[in-house]
């Protein structure tokens, strides 16, 4: 299934006609064809006679100025329920949404593809919201009288530069600027080559572990989401709890990038910053920490490297990181044989995909967040979005190179093939992830929409098979960003410990303990155990043969994808 832009249905909604049922439902039933999908004739009249019943009470409720009760944030508003023609418009829309996901539940088709047309429908339910048009909007309405018309003005200017911009502003921008006042814990590079720069961060304590921490973060995004400012750095926070901290921060692939592969993200990435950091440090066990998409870069690292006989990790930690694909939530609908050969034919030669597609497709994943809740404060109500460093972040996209994008795409998601021993050949060796020598810390997210904590928990099952007692899984409240930046000082939120690994993801939560705050301190336990003694700390970065280069954050995360 090709993904739309989100305002591509916002566009397509206002032309259909909000809550025309017969519109939806023969475009709905059209949509279900060209997927192959069929529904049960006498599901689909039961579901009719349902929907034209609950449609003939609302109009009775309407003829009789009855309010109708609406329990949806999106319109919690008072201005949707002083005025019946605004709520009654809204129970409308609710009910033709709930007809619609019914529709979607009741096809006749594989899983794979009735998951594709869930959220096909889905996208166009969000992009149908009374709330994204100013004709039905009575908030943007009101703003519009009391300002003017200049709120109306201000919103269109703010579309325009959007639409140069190619991407909605989730944040005032001009806010922020990196190295200034996001991504500011001192530091230094000490070495780069073409694909990363590896930052060196001045100690804070007089005394340090003995091995250092090498941070591995995505590739997809920049890494100062790990580095925003002072009160929510976990970088910062690593170095306060007395490691000689290290990260890898990646370029952002122009052309002269566009032949770089997978082999080359493990060879002279992960594990060039495994070797440099071992030479700086001089120690050959170091504690090694991956994020996401940086986890299972690393990871494979390490298993290349025991394939090799070296094992270099003194402990391993992933955050919300995929080795078994089985479980990928919602971006299995991106990913297909069609379309995996797509991309293949087009990038896997060489090319880049654009950060500006990476981008516009995680935000399809959560729409009313990140799409339309922008379209109606930006451009209906003209409101200039607020300073936020994470979503200064989230807008800073970053390009991948195309064989190195369909490479993870096809041996990842498609066909699951990383978690298979010796399965897949990287840099020339065999990669088996449970040959990797480390205690391992893991990490989930309960509501990541990205990394199903279930997915997370299954690399229990891969690391260290013969010695289950040297993983631990800890399960955090939230998503698959806020749920890891969640700073201790703040002790907010709430997580989940057992030390007791089971087989069963779910026998493992309903047999854990939930504790408040946040996971960052049972983090730093771990480090310490696996840090080594302590020691003087570093008089100045780098070490012979690796000056600083420059301060960091360094030039590479500063390069834009736009």
Known sequence: MTQQNPLQEWMKAGSMG?????????????????????????????????????LGNLWKDFISSKLPQINDRRFS?????????????????????RFLSLLAESVQAPEKKKQKIRFAVQQMV????????????????????????????????????????????LTDESAFEVGKNVATTEG???????????????????????????????????????????ENSLVRYAVEQGHTVFLVSWANPDQSMSDVTWDDYIEHGAIKALEVVQE?????????????????????ALAVLADRGVYPASSLTLLTTLLDFTNTGVLDVFVDELQVSLREQTLGHGGLMPGRDLASTFSSLRPNDLVWNYVQSNYLKGQKPPAFDLLYWNSDSTNLPGPMFCWYLRNTYLENSLKEAGKLTVAGNKVD???????????????????????????TEILNPK????????????????????????????????DKLTHDSQAWLDAATECPGSWWPEWATFLAEHGGKMVKAPAKPGALGYSELEPAPGRYVKVRAD
Not at 20 to 42: C, H, R, V
Not at 195 to 217: A, C, D, E, G, S
Request: proline share 5%.
């Open 18 to 54: 909000l809550n025309n049922p017969f519109a939806q439902d023969s475009s709905m039933l059209t949509m279900l064809k060209e997927y192959g999908a069929e529904i049960d004739p006498a599901v689909l009249s039961r579901l009719q006679s349902e929907y034209f019943s609950e």
């Open 77 to 97: 508003s008072t201005d949707w329920h002083q005025q019946t023609t605004h709520a009654y418009n809204v129970a409308v829309y609710l009910l033709n949404a």
């Open 126 to 169: 969000d992009a149908m919201s009374p709330a994204n048009f100013l004709a039905t909007n009575p908030e943007a309405q009101a703003k519009l009288v009391e300002t003017g018309g200049e709120s109306l003005m201000k919103g269109i200017t703010q579309m325009l530069e959007d639409m140069q911009k190619g991407r909605i502003s």
């Open 188 to 230: 230094s590079v000490v070495f780069e080559n073409r694909l990363f720069q590896l930052i060196q961060y001045k100690p804070l304590n007089k005394t340090v572990h003995q091995r250092p921490l090498l941070m591995v973060p995505p590739c997809i995004n920049k890494f100062y989401i790990l580095d925003l400012q002072p």
């Open 280 to 300: 700086i440090s001089k120690q050959d066990k170091l504690n090694v920490f991956g994020f996401c998409v940086g986890g299972t870069i690393v990871s494979t």
């Open 433 to 459: 992830l449970s040959k990797i020598d480390a205690p391992v810390f893991i990490y989930g997210s309960k509501e990541d929409h990205i990394v199903p904590w279930q997915a997370a928990f299954a690399s």
């Open 467 to 498: 010695k289950k007692s040297r993983n631990r899984f800890v399960l955090g409240a939230s998503g698959h960003i806020a749920g890891v930046i969640n700073p201790a000082s703040k002790n907010k939120r709430s997580y989940w410990i057992n």
